[in-house]
């Protein structure tokens, strides 16, 4: 089946420092990666779609100078959170999409991030 | 008003039960609605996506749509404590982009 990892699984950083993320299809090229954060008890808020080859589209709400966006292959997404502070705290989850069917969306695993 | 609504639970039932979890939508728009079940600190793994209404069933889980009140349903027959989840309703909003509600967690004891 289709696998999306992502790495870091958890980090923990100080307050100020930048954080990347990684999200990879293995064994799949992806034409979408979608980001998705998560509060405790809250329901997965997409952030944003990205595109191979093309800038990321932020949802309402999401600063994109913030959280930076990188998709340079069909198999590899970015995301960077800059200068973090602790209400970033989240887990932050990944998707990518195989295609256009409903059922070909398939999630990475989450990276829990703490900013202290 | 939430896009999707779901009652966090938690639920809590015995193993062999007949599990029923709900959601609620606000735009009539919405057409494929899907149920992911999430493992603590993993991410989300499709069930199964429906269209529009009516029932789709896949072995002990059967989805159900009643467009005319915006009412998903998932019901899970003989439940075992390995279906002991989260489990998310999630509408798709176009171009694949989902709204998910907050997420019933469910306890199915031995």
């Known amino acids: 089946g289709a696998v999306v990892s992502q790495h870091p699984s958890w980090v923990i950083c100080k307050s100020g420092t930048s954080v990347k993320i990684e999200c990879r299809s293995l064994?799949?090229?992806?034409?979408?990666m979608f980001w998705y954060r998560q509060f405790p008890k809250q329901s997965l808020m997409l952030m944003a779609t990205s595109n191979e080859g093309s800038k990321a589209t932020y949802e309402q709400g999401v600063e994109k100078d913030k959280f930076l966006i990188n998709h340079a292959s069909l198999t590899l997404s970015t995301l960077t959170v800059t200068s973090a502070h602790p209400e970033d705290s989240s887990f932050y989850i990944c998707s990518a999409s195989q295609g256009l069917a409903k059922d070909t969306q398939y999630f990475g695993p989450g990276t829990r991030l703490t900013v202290l | 008003q939430k896009e999707v609504e779901q009652d966090p639970g938690p639920l809590s039932v015995p193993e062999g039960a007949i599990v029923s979890l709900n959601c609620t939508y606000s735009?009539?728009?919405?057409?494929?609605f899907m149920w992911y079940r999430q493992y603590s600190r993993k991410g989300p793994e499709l069930l199964m996506y429906?269209?529009?209404?009516g029932n789709k069933e896949d072995g002990r889980f059967t989805a159900q749509v009643d467009k005319s009140s915006k009412y998903i349903s998932l019901f899970i027959r003989d439940s075992q404590p390995s279906d002991s989840a989260t489990y998310l309703c999630a509408t798709d909003t176009g171009f694949q982009k989902l709204v998910f509600g907050t997420g019933t967690r469910l306890l199915v004891s031995p």
């Open positions: 735009n009539s728009a919405f057409q494929y």
């Open positions: 429906t269209y529009s209404s």
């Open positions: 064994d799949f090229q992806a034409t979408t």
